[in-house]
């Protein structure tokens, strides 16, 4: 995707942050309210326990230690993962009730997983934000952890905090102190004690300018929002260059931090002005044709408006009233286009945007609008009853409504209007385009206005030299900016031997760098079955080893897979496979063991296998040949050289296996 500015927005949902996930996501502040960032990305993922403990951090009873020279000091106060001198330090600014700080953390995962706590340190600062009610009791709570027992006690908590976010409560705080290893009474007189350093935090938070969440700070340098992982390695990449030169050169490691932050750190003075300088591209003009999809407003319109938007967003419904308001002030010089964009991490979205199309076909585009209405009504109530709830006062054939979402009716039209979001880079919700400019998020009437009225005084001079009203549209649209070509890498051969489904002699091939033990890896199997049962005999589809240095388990995990597909083949290979990814906490040599039984590999020939590592120099290979094309997280994957980089929606893996396939022809 093109290198567009960072969005500073947290008007806006953002699609989960894969792991190794390029791309980036825009939008600007939303007046009035100070909300939490996104992304991006989402269903919280937890932490595999042996990570949140890598590094340990140092206890708040344990040695003192101070950065306190920094900009933005840190301490033994603050709960730390990763090592004291680890040459970068990254500080969270976060918020346990904010969503879009639940949907970063797995792409901190990410970061523990491919950097390690000898090459980076995590220091969490609260910010819990005033229209989150039990943000700070919360941030208390988990102070109160630190307090009693350290950093260790700290993450657990933390975890368990953004796993049941929905439930945070005074009574859940307490059980998730002692299930984090605090005595109850021990919580209780800590509790006591925490109130000043969350206030201590806040301050610390509003002075350097992170005012929304999550806001991180790398080695002093700004990333705001629960951007994707190429973001985080991108920033985390150059500071540890700069940082090592500076160790090489004699500074001492645990004087790294301070010495970094110091040269980096702007304060919020110097970002504002450099934002001024660099304001969001609301200039450019996109092409996003209208299609098919609903409208509302004249073909006649000087202006169109195509909105990307999901049910299940908050902030979609949050912008309805402006866009009602829009709608109302310029009449008939406006027509609004709905187009689909269900986010991965808001599983009611698409079954509503099912109601919809379905209400489309029975009662035409008011049907539709009708629909549309009534469900931003209902959020968040979007389950079954209520989606059939609504059909019924909308006056629809109930039993097709229900029809249609059982069925996915109308996923071929929804995936198209997600492929059109890839396209131009629409990767949250609410994204709109007035007359192909980009605005993103949630934004007040203004920023509507300004857009609309230079758009109609140019439009008026088109019509004026003579185009008609009714083409105005697709004349601005000839000269527009058409979707950038995808990414591609030069994909290395298939080595001889390679796990492989589909034809062996298949003109497209999609070789997938992947981690037994990796969860991201675990959640892409629905769209590469979804691949294989609609392209399975266009497409070979090759296995290829990539374990994570911080995934124990996974390369001999990768060894036992190429024993089973050495002993029976292909069959045997995908079956342990599976077992792996069904069972990936459970992937110790007594549990590879046991899944090559169930699958009838010979034992004695499987144990001597993984004893004497026979599969190590192929599985080491395959990693290599990953890294050298710039592969470097999971799961990956090459269609015929185009590039996908993590647990990406099948509509991703449709648009360029489509593409190859035209290619191969």
């Not at 059982?406 to 131009?424: C, F, N, Q, T």
Request: charged share 30%; net charge neutral.
């Amino acid at each position: 995707m093109a290198k567009e500015k960072e969005h500073k927005s947290h008007a806006q949902d953002v699609r989960p942050p894969p792991p190794d996930a390029g791309g980036m996501s825009t939008g600007v502040a939303l007046i009035g309210f100070i909300l939490c960032f996104l992304a991006g990305g989402a269903v919280m993922w937890g932490y595999d326990s042996h990570r949140m403990k890598a590094g340990g951090g140092i206890a708040a009873d344990g040695a003192a230690w101070s950065d306190a020279d920094s900009p933005i000091p840190v301490t033994a106060k603050d709960p730390m993962w990763g090592k004291r001198d680890a040459p970068v330090t990254i500080v969270e600014f976060s918020d346990f009730q904010c969503p879009f700080c639940s949907r970063v953390e797995p792409t901190m995962e990410q970061v523990r997983t491919t950097y390690g706590p000898d090459k980076v340190r995590i220091i969490w600062k609260n910010q819990p934000l005033p229209f989150h009610d039990k943000a700070k009791p919360a941030a208390e709570a988990a102070q109160a952890v630190f307090l009693a027992k350290g950093s260790d006690a700290f993450w657990k908590f933390h975890s368990t905090a953004f796993k049941n976010q929905k439930d945070l409560s005074p009574e859940s705080f307490e059980k998730w102190a002692v299930a984090a290893g605090v005595d109850a009474a021990q919580y209780k007189a800590a509790l006591k004690k925490a109130a000043p350093k969350v206030d201590e935090d806040q301050q610390l938070a509003n002075k350097v300018g992170a005012r929304g969440t999550p806001a991180f700070r790398i080695n002093g340098v700004e990333l705001s929002g629960a951007q994707p992982f190429d973001k985080f390695k991108d920033v985390i990449d150059k500071e540890l260059a700069k940082a090592q030169a500076k160790i090489a050169a004699g500074t001492p490691k645990d004087k790294i931090y301070v010495e970094m932050s110091k040269e980096n750190f702007k304060a919020p003075a110097a970002q504002k002005e450099e934002e001024e300088e660099e304001k969001e591209d609301t200039k450019t003009v996109w092409q996003v044709p209208v299609g098919n999809s609903p409208v509302m407003g004249p073909a006649t319109a000087q202006v169109t408006i195509i909105e990307f938007s999901d049910f299940q967003c908050p902030y979609c419904k949050r912008v309805e009233p402006t866009l009602s308001k829009v709608m109302e002030t310029y009449k008939d010089k406006v027509r609004l286009v709905w187009k689909h964009e269900p986010l991965p991490f808001h599983p009611r979205a698409e079954p509503a945007g099912q109601l919809t199309l379905e209400a489309r076909a029975q009662k035409g585009d008011k049907g539709f609008w009708d629909a549309h209405h009534k469900l931003f009504e209902s959020q968040p109530k979007l389950e079954d009853a209520d989606l059939e709830k609504i059909a019924e006062e909308l006056k629809l054939d109930v039993a097709k409504v229900k029809a249609a979402i059982k069925d996915h009716k109308y996923k071929k039209d929804i995936d198209a209007d997600m492929e059109l979001a890839d396209d131009v880079q629409a990767s949250g919700t609410p994204h709109f385009f007035i007359n192909g400019r980009r605005l993103v998020g949630a934004q007040p009437y203004e920023k509507f206005q300004k857009i609309i009225d230079e758009e109609i005084k140019k439009v008026d001079e088109m019509v004026k030299k003579g185009t008609p009203a009714k083409d105005v549209y697709a004349e601005l649209m000839k000269t527009a900016k058409g979707p950038p070509p995808p990414e591609k890498k030069q994909a290395p051969p298939v080595p001889a031997g390679a796990a492989f489904k589909g034809p062996a002699n298949a003109k497209v091939v999609i070789q997938e760098w992947s981690d037994f033990q990796c969860p991201f890896c675990g959640r892409v199997g629905p769209q590469v079955k979804e691949v294989m049962k609609n392209y399975g005999d266009k497409v070979k589809f090759v296995w290829r080893d990539k374990p994570l240095p911080m995934h124990p388990d996974a390369p001999l995990a990768a060894e036992a897979a190429r024993e089973a597909l050495k002993q029976k083949g292909p069959d045997a290979f995908w079956k342990m496979h599976d077992k792996m990814f069904e069972n990936q906490q459970k992937l110790k040599r007594e549990d590879l063991e046991g899944y090559a039984k169930e699958i009838g590999l010979d034992m004695d020939k499987f144990k001597a296998a993984l004893d004497s590592h026979v599969h190590k120099a192929a599985v080491d290979a395959d990693d290599k040949a990953g890294t050298d094309i710039g592969i470097s997280g999971t799961p990956a994957f090459l269609i015929n050289g185009y590039y996908i980089s993590g647990a990406q929606p099948y509509p991703k893996f449709r648009k360029l296996i489509e593409r190859a396939l035209a290619e191969a022809k």
